[in-house]
């Protein structure tokens, strides 16, 4: 069965210093990944998604990077966080093309920036 | 941008009632899909309806779709505290080079036993 791991679960960190949020996916392989943060009590938004390995596309203009170094690998990353960028994020996969087309999502990264 | 938009913001019932949600959106769709998250969790996938499709069921959960109109409703009948959850309804439609899931801002749902 496919599981998605992300992790750290939550973290602390100051404004201007670096972020590294990971995602893997076990038991499936050419999946479509995907980073989305929460705000408190609002939906979701989408911020990066990737159909392949180095294959990034950005929805909307950010402090943050993705990459994907392997298939089943998803990387958020900042160099120096701000603020604004305390929230909680997602990391999601699906199949790719004409799958069943549901998301399944890791259990989130809470991220407070002091 | 978020497409789906739900209604209400919060809703608070008894446990055994039945709870609606509705959920408008704005441009043609793939699909619809339905998602529940627990406080401080991820979200889990509940039920997808496709654009040919008016109506489905899934044990305790009746989705609607209506295209002409651009809605949808979430039935939960005969409700449990365990119910208690955010709801969100999410379109699926392409954009760009892939298929992409756009989220409401969702629906925050009390079961008071």
């Known amino acids: 069965s496919q599981t998605i791991h992300q992790w750290p679960a939550t973290l602390v960190q100051p404004v201007g210093s670096p972020l590294s949020l990971e995602c893997t996916v076990e038991g499936t392989s050419n999946p479509n990944l995907y980073w989305y943060r929460q705000a408190a009590g609002r939906g979701l938004q989408l911020l990066f998604y990737s159909v392949g390995i180095g294959q990034i596309s950005s929805e909307v203009p950010q402090n943050l990077s993705a990459s994907r170094p392997q298939d089943r690998q998803f990387i958020l990353s900042s160099k120096k966080l701000l603020l604004s960028d305390s929230g909680f994020y997602l990391c999601?996969?699906?199949?790719?093309?004409?799958?069943?087309?549901?998301?399944?999502f890791g259990e989130g990264s809470r991220l407070t920036v002091l | 941008s978020q497409q789906g938009e739900e209604d209400p913001q919060a809703l608070s019932i008894q446990e055994g009632e039945n709870a609606t949600m509705n959920c408008s959106y704005k441009?043609?769709?793939?699909?619809l899909q339905w998602y529940r998250q627990n406080s401080g969790r991820g979200l889990v996938h509940l039920i997808l309806?496709?654009?040919?499709?008016r109506e489905k069921h899934s044990g305790r959960l009746r989705v609607t779709l209506d295209t002409s109109k651009k809605s949808s409703s979430l039935l939960i009948t005969a409700s449990r505290a365990a119910d208690t959850a955010s709801y969100f309804c999410?379109?699926?439609?392409?954009?760009?080079?892939?298929?992409?899931?756009?989220f409401g801002s969702g629906t925050q749902l009390t079961v008071l036993p």
């Open positions: 999410a379109t699926d439609s392409y954009s760009g080079s892939a298929r992409q899931l756009t």
């Open positions: 309806i496709r654009s040919n499709e």
């Open positions: 999601a996969w699906r199949e790719r093309g004409q799958g069943k087309g549901e998301l399944f």
């Open positions: 441009t043609s769709i793939n699909n």
